[in-house]
């Protein structure tokens, strides 16, 4: 029998690493191919992880409550199937992620293809892989090509702290430790609220943000759908809640104005077709933000329906990876919470997230006189490298527009 390698696989977009919550299996167990042998935690989902030959567990390696690189080994497995060597044995457990066809050996030929080690790596310490020499086969970047980079990064980084008053690695090396009191609770950072701290530092230090509120008019749009709640929730069996309202808006926005459907990506922006929009969902513990596809194509029902499925997946633990992918602009319902203004951190690497404040109802003045209206605010936050504040006036006064404009007569939930 051969003793094989089960590592940590990749569990989604961006995913880097995965705590594991539990183990299904224990030495000694017989599996299958494709068995679930652990369940994992990441910041987008809770996955099962399949084991990836059929034979006996030999070892776990990764305890419970670990978090460990994707790539990086879980347990060890026994099993009888014929393993064939790879032709290089330095990068045989190095996953190759964007693959190309066959091409002969020419000294560009591998140097795009990257591994999951490489490119976690790269991206934990800003380095652009398109400056790096890779001596592996073909010119392809290896683990210790980076590491080469990155054990030089000091020299260089000590004399640009001359010029450079606060670099990013010192600020993080810097954090004050608070005292600890008698009753006071220490809580690891890991798993997902790990991965969130790594991404709200990583969206701040990165994105130039910049904000922007409009005030809508939403009266005619609640007598509308507090008109409707009780008769489409008897019928659909689920609520019509007012955020599928505005994630409607939305969408239809972004139509109309698409620079905001953007991600940035080093020398260019890459304007994106679909419209996707990430909603955020808090379980007890945790948050997630899982995606509506191609919101712009669906109606008002077919939204509230997504919303609903994937709000329970969330707090059910049953969100996979495929429900989290390809996000291009995040909608925030932070009005769950009362909230009347906040401002949203940017999704990375999206160009801009809209929070969708509390609904108030309040004085306003209208022809000179005192009306009670239901009012709520609509708060932008904005990659100032992708955006300018023109067409992001024109967007929020495009969806203010179109709520405004929602009622009996103009919109059909069907």
């Keep these: 029998m051969a003793k094989e390698k089960i590592t940590m696989p990749q569990l989604g977009e961006s995913v880097t690493e995965g705590t594991v919550s539990t183990w299904l299996v224990a030495a000694g167990d017989k599996v299958n191919k494709y068995d679930p042998i652990a369940e994992v935690l990441t910041d987008k989902v809770n996955a099962e992880v399949p084991s990836s030959f059929s034979g006996i567990i030999h070892e776990l390696i990764a305890a419970e409550g670990d978090t460990i ?32 066809e066959a091409a002969p050996m020419d000294n560009q030929s ?16 800003n380095i652009d892989l398109l400056t790096v020499n890779g001596t592996g086969r073909g010119g392809r970047i290896t683990r210790k090509d980076i590491e080469k980079v990155i054990s030089a990064a000091p020299a260089e980084t000590a004399s640009t702290n001359i010029v450079d ?25 890991q798993g997902v609220r790990k991965v969130i701290a790594q991404n709200m530092v990583r969206s701040k230090q990165e994105i130039p943000h910049a904000w922007m509120t409009v005030e809508v008019d939403v ?12 008769s489409f929730k008897q019928q659909e069996g689920f609520n019509l809640t007012f955020f599928a309202f505005f994630v409607k808006a939305v969408a239809q926005g972004l139509k109309e104005y698409p620079q905001l459907n953007s991600q940035w990506a080093g020398d ?11 909603i955020a969902v808090a379980n007890d513990q945790e948050l997630f933000v899982p995606v509506i596809k191609n919101a712009d194509e669906k ?13 329970n997946k969330a707090r059910t633990g049953k969100l996979t990876s495929d429900d989290m992918k390809n996000g291009t602009f995040t909608v925030n319902n932070t009005g769950t919470f009362g909230s009347i203004h906040s401002m949203g ?20 003045i209208i022809n000179d006189m005192f009306a009670a209206r239901d009012m709520v605010n609509l708060s932008l936050s904005l990659d100032h490298r992708i955006l300018d504040g023109l067409v992001c006036g024109k967007f929020l006064a495009r969806v203010k527009e179109i709520l405004e ?7 059909n939930v069907y």
């Design 345 to 364: 951190v940017i999704n990375y690497p999206q160009a801009a997230i809209l929070q969708v404040e509390s609904i108030v109802k309040r004085p306003v």
């Design 405 to 411: 404009n929602m009622n009996e007569t103009t919109t």
């Design 69 to 100: 690189a994707v790539g990086d080994l879980m347990c060890y497995i026994e099993t009888q199937e014929v393993i064939v060597e790879e032709p290089s044995t330095t990068e045989k457990n190095e996953q190759v992620v964007e693959s190309t």
């Design 165 to 189: 008053k606060a670099p990013a690695k010192s600020e993080q090396h810097d954090t004050i430790i608070p005292d600890i009191n008698q009753g006071d609770i220490e809580i690891p950072v």
């Design 110 to 125: 591998m140097k795009k293809r990257y591994s999951p080690a490489v490119l976690r790596l790269a991206q934990e310490n």
């Design 299 to 311: 109606s008002i029902k077919g939204i509230a329906k997504d919303i609903t499925e994937l709000a």
């Design 219 to 230: 009266t005619d749009l609640v007598k509308y759908r507090n008109m409707l709640k009780q």
């Design 268 to 278: 260019k922006i890459i304007q994106k077709k679909d419209i996707n929009l990430s």
